[in-house]
């Protein structure tokens, strides 16, 4: 039968067992078809083969071995089909195309003659017109014709265009598709195993809750500012005033803006001796003489003092390190206010100076957090090894392996832009909108600069935030691509901490364009004593645990 329907003319479309399984409520309905036989003009015959000995009896319709047919045989099954194939028809959109295409159906019995079949009594739902021989064979096409001659009582006649031919084929007898891992879930996956990280990370906040001072260190990721704006949180529910302090503007704008909590106030330390200060520039001496005055009188208007990023406080003005010891000491000396100090540092984030202020030195309650629950695992090591470190990161048991970082040799201006636009190209083609671009120099020094303009890269499909390492402390992003990475960058003292600070902010996806040539790449692991083969720039990603991008074709 199959064979003898594949040599239908071009025109007719032949579907072999086609089922539809449809769900009512919890009752799960199936229905086959042996064959759907459509035509553009023509319309839509459900075809049931019944093959082998078949008899009626008693109302029944019975097989060889005397077990009862289903759906009460043959000619009820291939109506039931055309209509439960109409049902599906105008549920996926096509009750204009079903009232415009004749639906009709038949049965074909293969191996018993239309003579033999004329001398039975057959039950009222089995007309011969609809039903098909063993005569049908060589003879397929005037049969199927015959069939789609027959007028049925909706008076309805096959008129499909074009486009209606292609929604039925596409949207029920033969759609075709692909299932790929789409890269937005797989970002929000990826999320959802950060969150829990987190979660687990803010739980230690319990364990330092009868500790009015503490200061905490952890690697880049091991979510300090997480665990500082949920302490803040914790004390703006119980309705106590917070002063959390950064030293990056745009870590202070994000979290003011992100959380803006009731009883928490952001500040940098400029903002807050301007503030307190009633002053339009910042006074660090004048302040000084503020906070003192406030703990003599009680006046310090905040019960708690967090301060993120603490190791770049008193990075060049003295005054500085005596500023945050005044904070302590407003915080947490004076009786009665049951207040708290608690700060945050990264002792390998340290790119304002290469001295550990003394309040960190001299603290009496330290902890560290080990395990990295901002990055990927491939880009936390990628990280460490960009600091000079072999150390392997801390992980959670369930942490996210991702991809290797990218790594692009570049050689000058022209071909450092057109590999930048190549790699923003891909990661917004993938379905990434959190890109940001950061420097290991400053903006006006980059070798992109001539492209870019208020803390932006100049990009064909629009902007791109580009701003320096130092500068996007604190803060993280999707997809970071870290541009002028040199063979100075390498050898100056605070290069692979700027390195480390800018790499460590990517949470998905990390590109590095280096600025080397094969020989500065080959001195620099000859340094390291890192071992390398013949192909030197692949053997210098790799020690940085990342993976050099096919060329583009």
């Known amino acids: 039968m199959f064979e003898e329907l594949s040599s239908l003319s071009d025109e007719y479309y032949v579907f072999h067992s086609v089922s539809i399984v449809t769900v009512s409520g919890s009752v799960i309905k199936e229905s086959e078809t042996d064959f759907v036989i459509f035509h553009p003009k023509k319309g839509i015959i459900c075809l049931e083969a019944k093959a082998g000995q078949i008899d009626y009896l008693n109302g029944y319709w019975l097989y060889g071995s005397g077990k009862k047919m289903k759906n009460d045989g043959p ?113 929000e996956r990826t999320k959802n195993v950060f969150r829990r990280m987190l979660k687990e990370q803010v739980a230690l906040l319990n364990y330092l809750e009868e500790q009015n001072n503490a200061i905490i260190n952890g690697l880049a990721g091991t979510g300090k500012t997480v665990m500082a704006v949920e302490k803040a949180r914790l004390h703006s529910e119980k309705d106590e005033k917070v002063l959390f302090l950064c030293y990056n503007s745009f870590l202070k704008e994000y979290l003011a803006n992100t959380y803006g909590y009731a009883r928490v106030d952001y500040y940098t330390i400029d903002g807050l001796a301007c503030k307190l200060c009633e002053t339009e520039k910042p006074n660090y001496s004048l302040l000084k003489d503020k906070l003192e005055e406030m703990y003599y009188d009680g006046s310090f208007p905040y019960q708690h003092v967090i301060i993120d990023e603490g190791q770049d406080f008193g990075r060049v003005i003295a005054e500085e390190e005596e500023l945050i010891d005044l904070l302590k000491t407003n915080a947490i000396e004076n009786e009665g206010r049951h207040g708290t100090f608690y700060l945050f540092y990264d002792k390998n984030q340290m790119i304002q100076s290469n001295r550990m202020p003394k309040y960190i030195q001299d603290a009496d309650c330290k902890l560290t957090l080990y395990r990295n629950c901002r990055n990927t695992e491939n880009i936390a090591c990628t990280s460490l090894r960009l600091l000079g470190s072999d150390k392997v990161p801390k992980l959670y048991k369930d942490a996210v392996l991702g991809d290797l970082p990218e790594m692009v040799f570049c050689n000058g201006q022209e071909e450092t832009i057109s590999a930048l636009n190549h790699e923003i190209d891909k990661y917004i083609d993938a379905g990434y909108t959190n890109v940001t671009v950061l420097t290991c120099k400053t903006e006006e020094s980059s070798i992109i600069s001539s492209s870019c303009e208020d803390s932006k890269y100049k990009y064909k499909r629009g902007y791109i935030k580009f701003t320096t390492c130092r500068k996007f402390k604190g803060l993280e992003s999707d997809v970071i691509i870290m541009v002028d990475i040199d063979k100075k960058m390498f050898d100056n003292e605070q290069g692979p901490q700027l390195m480390y600070v800018g790499s460590s902010r990517a949470r998905f996806k990390l590109t590095c364009i280096v600025n080397m040539s094969e020989e500065e790449c080959r001195e620099l692991m000859e340094q390291r004593d890192v071992k390398f083969n013949r192909n030197i720039l692949k053997s210098f990603a790799t020690a940085f645990n990342a993976k050099i991008p096919p060329k583009e074709e």
């Open 75 to 187: 000619y009820n099954q291939a109506s039931s089909n055309k209509w439960k194939l109409k049902d599906y028809m105008i549920d996926h959109g096509l009750q204009y195309e079903f009232e415009h295409c004749k639906l009709l159906h038949a049965v074909w019995f293969p191996d018993v003659p239309m003579d033999f079949l004329k001398k039975m009594h057959l039950p009222p739902e089995a007309d011969l017109s609809i039903t098909l021989t063993s005569d049908s064979f060589g003879n397929i096409e005037a049969e199927i014709e015959r069939i789609f001659s027959i007028e049925i009582s909706a008076k309805v006649q096959t008129n499909l265009s074009e486009k209606d031919v292609k929604r039925i084929l596409e949207r029920v007898l033969a759609p075709s598709f692909s299932l790929i891992s789409l890269h937005e879930v797989e970002i």
